[in-house]
């Protein structure tokens, strides 16, 4: 069972340039997440979605796109890449009833850095 | 905005000894508490949560709540090196979006 799968693992990207983060979930977990952890700090919800076809802002949207067209998939986007991107991503799901206790099985993650 | 607030430490505590990890947060009406355990470039993982008030336990791992002080703590009981870690707490921001709000962590480091 391969659970939150992520990729890539790592990339460097220049600023300007432009990526796709890559997650998907075998799980079918109706809620997917995306979260961005700087060094020493909690995570920060970026996007999440709530279904295929659904998606919506987190605290800290900005320089960022998803879509979700499928239960399995959730990527992100990174437009026109900033240093202020450098951070650690985490992919995350969640499903079942049950609001407030269903825990989130996260990716590996993905460490990006923009020089 | 839901807060959560934690001491980011670290916490240095001997082998065999009870660690205590606190976190408070802002939102009178959360229900749920979650913790997580992270390793050093590694992602969180689930270690307990708890909704109602009072003690939750989980082998070495008892979660403690006091809704009307807003605070959830974690005790760690018999530590052990391999515990040795950033202890996450989190709210969940909105019944709608199920997505956590989490604190920035306590570092636990456990000497042998």
């Known amino acids: 069972n391969a659970g939150v799968t992520q990729t890539p693992k790592f990339r460097i990207l220049k600023i300007g340039q432009s990526m796709t983060l890559q997650c998907a979930q075998d799980?079918?977990?109706?809620?997917m997440y995306w979260y961005r952890q700087d060094p020493g700090m909690g995570l920060k919800l970026i996007y999440y979605?709530?279904?295929?076809?659904?998606?919506d802002k987190g605290e800290v949207p900005n320089g960022y796109n998803v879509s979700r067209s499928t239960t399995e998939d959730f990527p992100l986007r990174l437009e026109l890449a900033a240093p202020s991107q450098t951070s650690v991503y985490f992919c995350?799901?969640?499903?079942?009833?049950?609001?407030?206790?269903?825990?989130?099985?996260f990716g590996d993650g993905t460490r990006l850095s923009i020089l | 905005q839901k807060e959560v607030e934690q001491n980011s430490g670290p916490l240095s505590v001997p082998e065999g000894a009870i660690a205590s990890l606190n976190c408070t947060y802002s939102?009178?009406?959360?229900?749920?508490f979650f913790w997580y355990r992270q390793y050093s470039g590694k992602s969180p993982e689930l270690i307990m949560f708890?909704?109602?008030?009072g003690d939750k336990e989980d082998g070495r791992f008892t979660a403690q709540l006091n809704k009307a002080s807003q605070y959830v703590s974690l005790l760690i009981r018999d530590s052990q090196p391999s515990d040795s870690a950033t202890y996450l707490c989190?709210?969940?921001?909105?019944?709608?979006?199920?997505?956590?709000?989490f604190g920035s962590g306590t570092r636990l480091q456990v000497q042998p």
């Open positions: 979605s709530v279904g295929a076809g659904i998606t």
């Open positions: 799980m079918n977990h109706n809620y």
């Open positions: 939102d009178r009406g959360s229900q749920s």
């Open positions: 708890i909704y109602s008030n």
């Open positions: 995350a799901s969640s499903g079942g009833v049950g609001v407030g206790n269903q825990p989130q099985h």
């Open positions: 989190a709210v969940p921001m909105d019944t709608g979006r199920r997505a956590l709000t």
